[in-house]
């Protein structure tokens, strides 16, 4: 199926052809990857990329497309209800792939940024004895309409929705939480939308907001999941940072990992998000230690990203160096470490997006060249 690998942990690395290139590397992105590696799935999705970022008759479609993500919270009921299917039916593909909940039996979830409710609608269709809490940042703060219990009273009663700021506190602990068997990250909104050689020059993450929640989302997902149990996250660009090294970081703590890209058009094929489920998390003593060593890291960069106190003057945005206690970004580049193994995690994600791309700028006219 497009977009989908099933990997134990990285142990022995695969071989891959590359080609070495001079000069300091930055970060990771397609153009590193590609001089070390030459990946026909990356190079294909590179080129289509830059013909949509050049082609002046689609900016308006894309700036659109922004301003929706910008204005999430206040879209029509409509556009509201559109989005909680899309989520729903991504959980429910990612549930037949993955295998991310048991058959049978008491099963706890928590959703991070549950947003209108589509990640809980379908485990609890999928899961009768499933019982859900779900994470949101308050009203003023929130992303989208909560549709869940609206749209299906019956499964809302196994379903408790908190309003809270994860950033508030380190580790922050409710009445409700405790350690869940399956943790789902519903998708930090990292902007990061720039021309990708503008990318190239970028020394960090401009969006400050957005990277402080990414990593506070991180800190409970670990904090939370029980050993043993499942993450689900969902990322962006998975050949740039912070990607590379939250995958890695997931990959490192856990048993099996599954990276799948929907290649339906609701899922939103064209653009670079995927997911990522991490089964067995800290379920030896090796990963557990692993895992609570990245935690205090994580939690060290939060408090740095958020500024000291409540200043928030000094509050600022992933750097390229900040996930370097994980993996440096020269071991994820390195032909000989990890990147035959991103490579490989990364080829069915990219492949997909660039057929989603392609189709969508054959549709609009654009003249796509060769292959």
Same mark, same amino acid.
């Given at each position: 199926m497009p977009g989908l690998l099933i990997q134990t942990p990285v142990t022995e690395q695969?071989?891959?052809a590359h080609q070495e290139c001079g000069g300091d590397i930055l970060k990771p992105s397609a153009r590193t990857i590609l001089e070390r590696c030459d990946v026909q799935e990356l190079r294909e999705l590179e080129r289509l990329r830059r013909l949509g970022w050049n082609e002046?008759?689609?900016?308006?479609?894309?700036?659109?497309?922004?301003?929706?993500?910008?204005?999430h919270g206040r879209l029509a009921f409509e556009t509201q209800r559109y989005y909680y299917n899309a989520v729903a039916q991504s959980m429910h593909e990612l549930i037949a792939i993955a295998g991310v909940i048991p058959k049978s039996g008491i099963y706890d979830f928590l959703v991070i940024n549950c947003l209108q409710g589509g990640h809980g609608s379908a485990i609890l269709q999928s899961a009768p004895r499933a019982f859900g809490?779900?994470?949101d940042p308050p009203s003023e703060?929130?992303?989208?309409t909560f549709l869940l219990d609206k749209l299906d009273k019956k499964l809302s009663r196994r379903y408790m929705r908190?309003?809270?700021?994860?950033?508030t506190d380190e580790h922050p602990l409710f009445p409700h939480i405790h350690n869940f068997d399956l943790v789902i990250l519903g998708g930090n909104r990292l902007r990061v939308?720039?021309? #990708?050689?503008?990318? @190239?020059?970028?020394?960090s993450i401009p969006d400050v907001l957005g990277s402080a929640r990414l990593i506070g989302d991180f800190i409970a997902a670990l904090a939370f999941v029980q050993a043993g149990g499942t993450i689900v996250a969902r990322l962006s660009h998975l050949e740039e940072f912070p990607s590379t090294h939250l995958l890695y970081l997931l990959d490192a703590i856990s048993d099996t990992i599954v990276v799948h890209k929907p290649a339906f058009r609701g899922s939103g094929a064209t653009r670079p998000w995927f997911h990522v489920v991490a089964k067995g998390v800290a379920a030896t003593d090796e990963h557990a230690l692993l895992k609570e060593r990245y935690l205090a890291g994580l939690r060290g960069l939060w408090a740095d990203l958020r500024g000291e106190g409540t200043n928030a003057s000094t509050a600022r945005g992933l750097r390229f160096d900040d996930l370097d206690f994980v993996v440096s970004t020269t071991d994820i580049l390195d032909p000989k470490g990890?990147? #035959?193994?991103?490579? @490989?995690?990364?080829?069915?994600?990219?492949k997909t997006q660039a057929q989603a791309i392609s189709?969508?700028?054959?549709?609009?006219g654009v003249r796509l060249g060769d292959v």
């Open positions: 695969s071989t891959c002046a008759a689609l900016q308006s479609y894309y700036d659109e497309r922004r301003r929706n993500a910008d204005e809490v779900g994470i703060h929130a992303e989208g908190i309003e809270c700021d994860l950033g939308h720039l021309h #990708p050689d503008e990318k @190239e020059t970028m020394l990890y990147l #035959p193994r991103l490579v @490989e995690l990364g080829r069915g994600v990219w189709d969508f700028l054959a549709k609009k």
